[in-house]
């Protein structure tokens, strides 16, 4: 059974320099799938080409991120739809989309819109959600709540909640939390609550490549071949065998984005 690195921008300038070394050493740690959610309209020629040079390995989403709205976000959400309506697209889910007010909430209305116009291509398209969600905890939930009764289905990227956040996520059974290499820092708190809280079958792996490697490579560029650092600490978390992580993590990703042959 290989990993699915459920969430990397390997689209980015980061990676221009190296992709294809980049690629090779995911492999050659396990890797046998990644995922690429889309931000905005500027990066998807990137993501689309890095995708093409790469079927069967790489795999893109399409959505508009919650930080890179701008005025004309409804122009851009109207032509990311034009791109999931045509017969043979080749994306997988809905990303990445959600809420954020970390750093600024002047676009909280913005967001809101742009966030449930997404859940309703989600539904329209038959496409999973990647869910980005920081400092909007309450406003997420009661979106998706308008939903309940929809075949909704997807991933709480980067998940780092409470207990509380945790149990209240997963009551939307077609769900699950996306872990990454956060849960290996010194000072989170992410292991308690998921022993707690979340079962390992409810989880997926992610790296949110470049950003958050996990311990030993924390601060430095994220990528997929680091993942065996999560499996690993979900392994000491869970007491399972690290191939027990991969495994349950592999298939609830499979089963949510169902457009990836297996």
């Known amino acids: 059974m290989y990993i699915i690195d459920t969430h990397a921008h390997l689209y980015g300038d980061e990676f221009t320099e190296d ?3 980049v690629l090779e050493r995911a492999r050659q740690n396990g890797v046998g799938k990644i995922f690429l959610p889309n931000i905005d309209k500027a990066s998807i020629s990137a993501l689309n080409a890095l995708a093409e040079r790469n079927p ?8 508009l991120h919650p930080t890179d709205l701008d005025q004309d976000y409804q122009q851009v959400l109207r032509y990311m739809e034009t791109l999931v309506a045509t017969p043979g697209h080749p994306y997988i889910g809905i990303g990445e989309v959600g809420l ?8 909280k209305r913005e967001q809101l819109a ?3 116009f997404q859940v309703q291509l989600s539904l329209k398209y038959g496409l999973p959600l990647m869910i980005h969600s920081r400092s909007a905890h309450d406003d997420l939930v009661h979106v998706l709540r308008e939903y309940r009764e929809e075949p909704l289905r997807g991933v709480f990227h980067s998940f780092v909640g409470t207990p509380d956040e945790a149990a209240e996520l997963l009551d939307f059974k077609g769900f699950v939390l996306g872990v990454n ?12 609550t998921l022993l707690a809280a ?11 490549a470049p950003y958050l490697a996990p311990v030993p490579y924390r601060g430095k ?4 071949a680091y993942l065996p650092y999560v499996v690993q600490k979900l392994s000491q978390i869970y007491e399972v065998a690290e191939s027990e992580v991969i495994r349950c993590t592999t298939e ?9 042959e297996a």
């Open 19 to 21: 992709i294809d070394l």
């Open 56 to 63: 069967g390995f790489l795999y893109p989403m399409m959505g």
């Open 100 to 107: 954020d007010y970390y750093w600024d909430d002047s676009m």
């Open 114 to 116: 742009a966030f449930d």
């Open 181 to 192: 290499g956060i849960v290996t820092f010194k000072k989170s708190d992410l292991p308690e």
């Open 198 to 208: 979340v079962p390992l079958e409810r989880l997926v792996l992610e790296t949110d």
């Open 221 to 224: 560029r994220n990528e997929s």
């Open 252 to 260: 609830a990703a499979l089963e949510i984005f169902d457009r990836v």
